[in-house]
């Protein structure tokens, strides 16, 4: 059971340039998140997903973009990177909503993508 | 709007110090209470848990929480710390009922401990 997991862990960028970061959790969860971690301003959602095929926009969304093709999987991608895109980018899931039930949102944290964009 | 504060950014204590590191949180609705520890190197994990009932939560490490409903508080505490809980420390606060989905999980801008040996 390795919980979740991010690839790459570590990338350089030109600006301009693409990429797609990887997230993959076996845990069977429904929701997944992706975050960017700066200095001083905790974690900010970018996008997050509340089930296959689903994609929402969280509070930082521009300049990234996301799908959720298959469950376990969820990608952010970066179309055109920015220097202020670096940051590191961490992904989670959760259990989410249970039918009837409280909220389960103890989220699961990947290891983190360190992004730097020149 | 949501929002979590945390009131220190960073904090430096000697070991066998007390801790207690606050949260605020603003939110109208019933919620769940979260605290995450990031040590160096390291990805967030959960430390601690405010779901219902007891206010008073013990988490992990000798960690411990109480929920302060009338004055929106979360404040973690630790009666005795030790250099290895130098690490980075965030609050976190979700819904506890099904919404529109306009309000997910929000966390804290983060306290950065170190503890002197």
């Known amino acids: 059971n390795a919980g979740v997991t991010q690839t790459p862990k570590f990338r350089v960028l030109k600006t301009g340039q693409s990429m797609t970061l990887l997230c993959a959790q076996d845990?069977?969860?429904?929701?997944m998140y992706w975050y960017r971690q700066d200095p001083g301003m905790g974690l900010r959602l970018i996008h997050y997903?509340?089930?296959?095929?689903?994609?929402a926009k969280g509070e930082v969304p521009d300049g990234y973009n996301v799908s959720r093709l298959k469950k376990q999987n969820f990608l952010l991608g970066l179309e055109s990177a920015a220097p202020s895109q670096t940051s590191v980018y961490f992904c989670?899931?959760?259990?989410?909503?249970?039918?009837?039930?409280?909220?389960?949102?103890?989220?699961?944290f990947g290891p983190g993508t360190r992004l730097l964009v020149l | 709007a949501q929002s979590v504060s945390q009131h220190n950014h960073h904090v430096i204590l000697s070991e066998a110090a007390s801790l207690e590191l606050g949260c605020n949180y603003s939110y109208g609705g019933t919620v769940n209470l979260f605290w995450y520890v990031q040590y160096p190197g390291q990805h967030l994990q959960l430390l601690l848990k405010y779901f219902s009932g007891d206010p008073l939560v013990k988490g992990i490490k000798g960690f411990e929480a109480e929920f302060i409903k009338s004055k929106f508080s979360f404040n973690l505490r630790k009666p005795s710390v030790q250099w290895s809980d130098t690490a980075e420390y965030f609050c976190a606060v979700s819904p506890a009922v099904s919404n529109t989905g306009g309000f997910k999980t929000i966390f804290g801008a983060g306290t950065r401990l170190f503890v002197k040996a």
């Open positions: 997903s509340v089930g296959e095929g689903t994609t």
């Open positions: 989670a899931s959760s259990l989410g909503w249970t039918s009837g039930g409280p909220s389960q949102e103890t989220q699961y």
């Open positions: 845990m069977n969860h429904e929701y």
